[in-house]
């Protein structure tokens, strides 16, 4: 009988991980490493930084989710073909560090390719960290599976202390639904290689809430801020990025007529919605201005008075390009640092557009510039 | 009422192998005597030699019908013959669509497919425990193209749709069961599927039931099922019945009712 228990307690234990699994305010992350590593070592230079949303490398897919497409799983070939133009964009781009957005570990969508194994087997990138935001075994939605979908910083210099930091969950949902939606993170990494004198050197990543039509984006970029905050007033540097889903201050905010897919209806009184979730950026009062906090107390890699400038925009949904021939309409991504980046280095990837619907931008930390 | 049927499906899969009255060793039913259970397939002994079953419910959905024919004796052993043939393509057709409890993603199409198995039943009471061997070949032909992405990766379900992507799988087990009083008694079975040469290419079952037998006519039975196996994304195991959003595993609960027709 005691043995029979014991073989029931295994199976217990071993047979019912978390079909959803949930996180902690603060957890673990997924650590990893080129299989084989190139040759790095900071030399007291400059340090580039590039922040990326690659869309789990499906490219201008027209994704069910996210445009107006209906389709859901890439075929492998084509989800191989678009990691080894982003591998080539980031090698192209030779940062010293990567924050990547909406990166593919072990989904039905992606054929299960590891993307964040894959990228740094593929590019001149050393070390990794990974942040799942969405983890299940089965999503019985849209034909979704298995998904295994976060945020990712790569580097050439190897990370550590590397935490990740659960942002609030959405609060207009049901209770099913939440069950099997996103759990966003801030995910963030010591590069000790980096470190400035007696200043430890931080990278943070952050995807913060897209549709919520609620105050969870105030949410996110609150802890956002303060996640920040709490690094800067230990006297410490960071750089920082990511997709925030919200507009520069002065930017259009009401984007739902260019993201209207055949058969949609905004903006009237018989439309089911009046507004487009995720196309809309006045939700709450205050959203216009959400990004303020950040442009006043750090250094943007593109200024708040050329953020809303088309050479700087990062983000068009997938499909317009198809539809209205806007490859890009908005910006939605971000760098900070509590240091200093060089004038004239900042740059908005807009090249890369067929690659995601968000563009790279990088810039370059002048390290001496304090 | 779809998700209702889905759920009575999936759930069905782990009820549905249950051994009671012997439903999966090499003895067949007495003839004209009928078994069904809440999750069990409707069983039919028609003659003394041939025994039928179809799921009522899965029927509709998803046509079946199985054939059991006793054979000659063994080395000891009673040995019956079993056959099965299904047509699964209305069901993955009807849960291959967006939105909720779009299981299958709604680019793929489900073309007509046929399912095959065959299999060799060996029973002989050793020790007071009745064991039964079991081995047999599936087929899977699908008149149409199946795209490999439109599979189910889930345990239970993907090693039983798999023989459709492979063309051919194996399954063999063993199954003991003892009655240790005259109202309690203990299945215990482990079951192999095989599909050599597809990307998660075996599964292992086993399943542990008690059951109570009120009487000749109705029967209680509870236990659990433990799958682990090799998918697409690699190797998984998991204690079933699994009730998500509670993050736990729940004891099934299976009712059984049998007559004999007059």
């Given at each position: 009988?005691?043995?029979?228990?014991?073989?029931?307690?295994m199976?217990?234990?071993?047979?019912?991980e978390?079909?959803?699994?949930?996180?902690?305010?603060?957890?673990?992350?997924?650590?990893?490493?080129?299989s084989?590593k190139?040759?790095?070592?900071?030399?007291?230079?400059?340090?580039?930084?590039?922040?990326?949303n690659?869309?789990?490398g499906?490219?201008?897919?027209?994704?069910?989710?996210?445009?107006?497409?209906?389709?859901?799983?890439?075929?492998?070939?084509t989800i191989?073909?678009n990691?080894?133009?982003?591998?080539?964009?980031?090698?192209?781009i030779?940062?010293?560090?990567?924050l990547?957005?909406?990166?593919?570990?072990?989904?039905?969508?992606?054929?299960?390719?590891d993307?964040v194994?894959?990228?740094?087997d593929?590019?001149?990138l050393?070390?990794?960290?990974?942040?799942?935001?969405?983890?299940?075994?089965?999503?019985?939605?849209?034909?979704?599976?298995?998904?295994?979908?976060?945020n990712?910083?790569?580097?050439?210099?190897?990370?550590?202390d590397?935490?990740?930091?659960?942002?609030?969950?959405?609060?207009?949902?049901?209770?099913?639904?939440?069950?099997f939606?996103?759990?966003?993170?801030?995910?963030?990494?010591k590069?000790?290689?980096?470190?400035?004198?007696?200043?430890?050197?931080?990278?943070?990543?952050?995807?913060?809430?897209?549709?919520?039509?609620?105050?969870?984006?105030?949410?996110?970029?609150?802890?956002?801020?303060?996640?920040?905050?709490?690094?800067?007033?230990?006297?410490?540097?960071?750089?920082?990025?990511?997709?925030?889903?919200?507009?520069?201050?002065?930017?259009?905010?009401?984007?739902?007529?260019?993201d209207?897919?055949?058969?949609?209806?905004?903006?009237?009184?018989?439309?089911?919605?009046?507004?487009?979730?995720?196309?809309?950026?006045?939700n709450?009062?205050?959203?216009?201005?959400?990004?303020l906090?950040?442009?006043?107390?750090?250094?943007?890699?593109?200024?708040?008075?050329?953020?809303?400038?088309?050479?700087?925009?990062?983000?068009?949904?997938?499909?317009?390009?198809?539809m209205?021939?806007?490859?890009?309409?908005?910006?939605?991504?971000?760098?900070?640092?509590?240091?200093?980046?060089?004038?004239?280095?900042?740059?908005?990837?807009?090249?890369?557009?067929?690659?995601?619907?968000?563009?790279?931008?990088?810039a370059?930390?002048?390290?001496?510039?304090? | 009422?779809?998700n209702?049927?889905?759920?009575?499906?999936?759930?069905?899969?782990?009820f549905?192998?249950t051994?009671?009255?012997?439903?999966?060793?090499?003895?067949?039913l007495?003839?004209?005597?009928w078994?069904?259970?809440?999750?069990?397939?409707?069983?039919?002994?028609?003659?003394e030699?041939?025994?039928?079953?179809v799921?009522?419910?899965?029927?509709?959905?998803?046509?079946?019908?199985?054939?059991?024919?006793?054979?000659?004796?063994?080395?000891?052993?009673?040995?019956?013959?079993?056959?099965?043939?299904?047509?699964?393509?209305?069901?993955?057709?009807?849960?291959?669509?967006?939105?909720?409890?779009?299981?299958?993603?709604?680019?793929?199409?489900?073309?007509?497919?046929?399912?095959?198995?065959?299999?060799?039943?060996?029973?002989?009471?050793?020790?007071?425990?009745?064991?039964?061997?079991?081995?047999?070949l599936?087929?899977?032909?699908?008149?149409?193209?199946?795209?490999?992405?439109?599979?189910?990766?889930?345990?239970l379900?993907?090693?039983?749709?798999?023989?459709?992507?492979?063309?051919?799988?194996?399954?063999?087990?063993?199954?003991?069961?003892?009655?240790?009083?005259?109202k309690?008694?203990?299945?215990?079975?482990?079951?192999?599927?095989?599909?050599p040469?597809?990307?998660?290419?075996?599964?292992?079952?086993?399943?542990?039931?008690?059951?109570?037998?009120?009487?000749?006519?109705?029967?209680?039975?509870?236990?659990y099922?433990f799958?682990?196996?090799?998918?697409?994304?690699?190797?998984?195991?998991?204690?079933?019945?699994?009730?998500?959003m509670?993050?736990?595993?729940?004891?099934?609960?299976?009712?059984?009712?049998?007559?004999?027709?007059?």
């Amino acid at each position: 009988m005691k043995k029979l228990l014991n073989i029931l307690g295994m199976l217990l234990f071993f047979g019912c991980e978390p079909f959803v699994t949930e996180f902690k305010d603060s957890s673990d992350v997924v650590m990893y490493e080129a299989s084989t590593k190139s040759n790095a070592t900071y030399d007291n230079g400059n340090i580039k930084v590039v922040t990326w949303n690659i869309r789990f490398g499906i490219a201008r897919f027209p994704f069910f989710g996210d445009s107006c497409g209906n389709d859901v799983i890439l075929d492998d070939d084509t989800i191989e073909k678009n990691m080894a133009a982003i591998a080539d964009s980031l090698d192209a781009i030779d940062a010293d560090i990567v924050l990547l957005q909406e990166m593919d570990v072990s989904s039905k969508r992606t054929g299960y390719m590891d993307q964040v194994q894959y990228l740094l087997d593929h590019t001149n990138l050393n070390y990794g960290c990974y942040a799942s935001m969405w983890k299940s075994d089965f999503i019985p939605s849209d034909g979704i599976g298995r998904i295994n979908a976060g945020n990712a910083i790569l580097s050439k210099y190897e990370l550590t202390d590397v935490e990740r930091i659960q942002l609030r969950l959405r609060t207009d949902q049901d209770v099913l639904t939440q069950y099997f939606y996103l759990r966003r993170n801030i995910v963030k990494s010591k590069i000790p290689a980096l470190t400035q004198g007696a200043k430890d050197f931080y990278a943070v990543d952050i995807h913060a809430t897209a549709f919520a039509t609620d105050d969870t984006k105030q949410q996110h970029i609150d802890k956002y801020v303060e996640t920040l905050g709490e690094i800067h007033s230990s006297g410490d540097y960071f750089v920082t990025g990511g997709d925030l889903n919200s507009v520069p201050p002065g930017s259009v905010t009401d984007f739902c007529l260019n993201d209207m897919c055949d058969g949609d209806d905004y903006h009237t009184n018989q439309a089911e919605e009046f507004h487009k979730e995720g196309s809309y950026f006045e939700n709450f009062d205050g959203e216009p201005d959400i990004l303020l906090p950040l442009y006043e107390a750090y250094d943007s890699a593109i200024d708040s008075d050329d953020a809303n400038l088309p050479i700087h925009l990062t983000h068009g949904p997938s499909t317009s390009y198809k539809m209205n021939e806007i490859k890009y309409d908005r910006k939605l991504d971000y760098l900070f640092t509590n240091g200093i980046w060089e004038n004239t280095s900042s740059k908005t990837h807009q090249a890369a557009w067929e690659l995601s619907d968000h563009l790279p931008v990088s810039a370059v930390l002048n390290v001496v510039g304090e | 009422m779809k998700n209702f049927i889905f759920y009575f499906l999936i759930a069905s899969l782990v009820f549905g192998e249950t051994k009671k009255w012997d439903a999966h060793s090499a003895y067949l039913l007495p003839k004209k005597r009928w078994e069904i259970g809440l999750f069990q397939p409707f069983r039919y002994g028609y003659s003394e030699s041939i025994e039928y079953s179809v799921h009522p419910l899965w029927f509709f959905i998803m046509p079946n019908f199985i054939l059991k024919r006793s054979q000659n004796d063994i080395a000891g052993f009673s040995s019956a013959g079993q056959y099965k043939i299904i047509y699964p393509t209305p069901f993955l057709n009807m849960i291959a669509k967006a939105g909720i409890m779009g299981i299958i993603a709604p680019d793929f199409q489900m073309p007509p497919m046929l399912g095959i198995a065959a299999s060799w039943l060996m029973s002989k009471n050793m020790a007071g425990m009745d064991i039964t061997l079991n081995s047999g070949l599936d087929l899977g032909v699908a008149f149409g193209d199946l795209d490999s992405r439109s599979t189910i990766d889930l345990p239970l379900v993907y090693h039983r749709l798999g023989v459709y992507y492979n063309t051919w799988g194996m399954h063999m087990g063993v199954d003991v069961q003892k009655n240790i009083s005259e109202k309690i008694g203990v299945l215990a079975d482990i079951d192999l599927k095989a599909l050599p040469g597809l990307k998660g290419n075996y599964s292992l079952e086993h399943k542990l039931l008690l059951s109570w037998y009120k009487s000749e006519n109705f029967r209680v039975l509870t236990g659990y099922k433990f799958v682990i196996g090799e998918y697409p994304y690699g190797p998984d195991m998991r204690l079933l019945p699994y009730i998500p959003m509670l993050e736990t595993w729940v004891p099934m609960i299976e009712f059984q009712w049998a007559r004999k027709k007059q």
